[in-house]
T-cell receptor
Framework: AQSVTQLGSHVSVSEGALVLLRCNYS??????LFWYVQYPNQGLQLLLK??????LVKGINGFEAEFKKSETSFHLTKPSAHMSDAAEYFC????????????FGPGTRLSVLP | DGGITQSPKYLFRKEGQNVTLSCEQN?????MYWYRQDPGQGLRLIYY???????QKGDIAEGYSVSREKKESFPLTVTSAQKNPTAFYLC??????????????FGDGTRLSIL
């Protein structure tokens, strides 16, 4: 069965520091991977997606993620954290041939300290 | 602007009562989904529909029912059989194509609580 793990349910960084949120997946080839962000009492907003092609994917709000097949990873990074980045982040993988059923990771809550 | 509208934003249920959560989309998406989110947990799939008048159970369908009479609408009913309905409910939709790489788009959610 396909699955997604996110190491660290809660990550704290200082404002201006590097953000690194980890995601590992188990998936048949090819994997389709996504990162979403959720602010309190809101729905999920797509940050970026990997389908095929370039392994370094750039998203909104200065975030990017690198697909590493050998490590089955899709970690999310941002060079410099901003207070507004404080939110819950979810990694997801598509699990069926129709591409319609996602499996979401458990989420990582990012806190940004002043 | 196109998007997904969920209503109401907050909902309260009495014991033994059925309640219906609304989800409407004007994105012309074929597929629609309902998820449940509990504090500190990820999303769990309740039901999904890929076409009008057809839907499939997800991982936690017991105590819930849905209908898909129109492409743009996918209401979720939380029945009295659902003994622990307090949660945040999210509706999503996506394009159906031959490519398995389309993201899901989400509404802003409905928070359901027990009185």
């Amino acid at each position: 069965a396909q699955s997604v793990t996110q190491l660290g349910s809660h990550v704290s960084v200082s404002e201006g520091a590097l953000v690194l949120l980890r995601c590992n997946y188990s998936s048949s080839v090819p994997p389709y991977l996504f990162w979403y962000v959720q602010y309190p009492n809101q729905g999920l907003q797509l940050l970026l997606k990997y389908t095929t092609g370039a392994t370094l994917v750039k998203g909104i709000n200065g975030f990017e993620a690198e697909f590493k097949k050998s490590e089955t990873s899709f970690h999310l990074t941002k060079p410099s954290a901003h207070m507004s980045d404080a939110a819950e982040y979810f990694c997801a993988v598509i699990v069926d041939n129709y591409g319609q059923n996602f499996v979401f990771g458990p989420g990582t809550r990012l806190s940004v300290l002043p | 602007d196109g998007g997904i509208t969920q209503s109401p934003k907050y909902l309260f249920r009495k014991e033994g009562q059925n309640v219906t959560l609304s989800c409407e989309q004007n994105l012309n998406h074929d597929a629609m989904y309902w998820y449940r989110q509990d504090p500190g947990q990820g999303l769990r799939l309740i039901y999904y529909s890929q076409i009008v008048n057809d839907f499939q159970k997800g991982d936690i369908a017991e105590g819930y029912s849905v209908s898909r009479e129109k492409k743009e609408s996918f209401p979720l009913t939380v029945t009295s059989a659902q003994k622990n309905p307090t949660a945040f409910y999210l509706c999503a939709s996506s394009i159906m194509t031959g490519l398995s790489n389309q993201p899901q788009h989400f509404g802003d959610g409905t928070r359901l609580s027990i009185l």
